[in-house]
């Protein structure tokens, strides 16, 4: 891993050591890579899900982040790791993705996965279904243990099916999609099988719409909210 390599353990740390420092200049370079004017076809796409201890974003904690990589409307690389929270996951989010305490004791820190995943998204351009949470919880955990945040643009796979797409203002779950686009999901709530299934959707989406949307910055634009 990453942190490994500088000999620190930076979980929990804002002080600028050596792997802080390279993780600030990570997000800070691969926010001012992104081109808004690439076509679709050669933009690169991560497609990501978190599992959380949680829900309330002031408490929760990640145990498995995935990123599914997508370019030219076909799946090309993935990423996928349980992550150790440092603490107890309740009874109740058990029940919803089936990680226990003992499947992350062994696992890494937050603060030892991050740089290996946000070394793999790089400047591409996230995307997820209901994905504001996953940000916002991976940026969460970026600032406590680096003081930092990941800035890429990104695509709701929800606004761009009901915004984009069908141009109306309405809420579709994941499972209706993957009814919809006919994807079997192996491993639903799980980061990865999410992000695999939401993956394969995503490309479907796209492929079938590429007439409409001749850049990213269109496709960008399509998914802002319906006023009238």
């Not at 984009?164 to 990865?192: M, P, W």
């Not at 850049?215 to 399509?222: C, E, F, G, M, N």
Request: glycine letters at 4%; aromatic letters at 8%.
């Amino acid at each position: 891993m990453i942190s490994k390599l500088f000999n620190k353990k930076p979980a929990g740390e804002k002080a600028k050591d050596p792997i802080s420092i390279y993780v600030n200049k990570l997000c800070d370079n691969f926010a001012k890579n992104i081109t808004l004017d690439e076509r679709i076809e050669d933009t690169v796409f991560s497609v990501v899900d978190t599992e959380t201890t949680g829900l309330d974003l002031a408490t929760a904690k990640i145990i498995n982040v995935a990123a599914v990589k997508v370019q030219n409307f076909k799946i090309i690389d993935f990423y996928n790791s349980f992550i150790n929270p440092e603490i107890d996951i309740p009874a109740e989010s058990i029940k919803w993705h089936n990680i226990t305490n003992e499947m992350v004791e062994d696992k890494p820190t937050a603060g030892e996965v991050l740089p290996d995943f946000i070394n793999f998204v790089g400047s591409s351009v996230i995307v997820g279904h209901h994905i504001n949470f996953d940000i916002k919880m991976i940026n969460k955990e970026l600032n406590e243990c680096y003081g930092c945040s990941m800035n890429n643009q990104w695509l709701d796979t929800m606004f761009i099916y009901s915004r984009a797409i069908r141009k109306k203002e309405e809420h579709v779950s994941l499972d209706f999609l993957l009814s919809k686009y006919q994807v079997v999901c192996n491993g639903r709530h799980t980061a990865l099988g999410d992000a695999l299934a939401t993956a394969e959707v995503f490309a479907k989406m796209m492929s079938q719409s590429k007439s409409e949307f001749p850049s990213l910055r269109k496709l960008i634009d399509s998914q802002r909210l319906i006023t009238g």
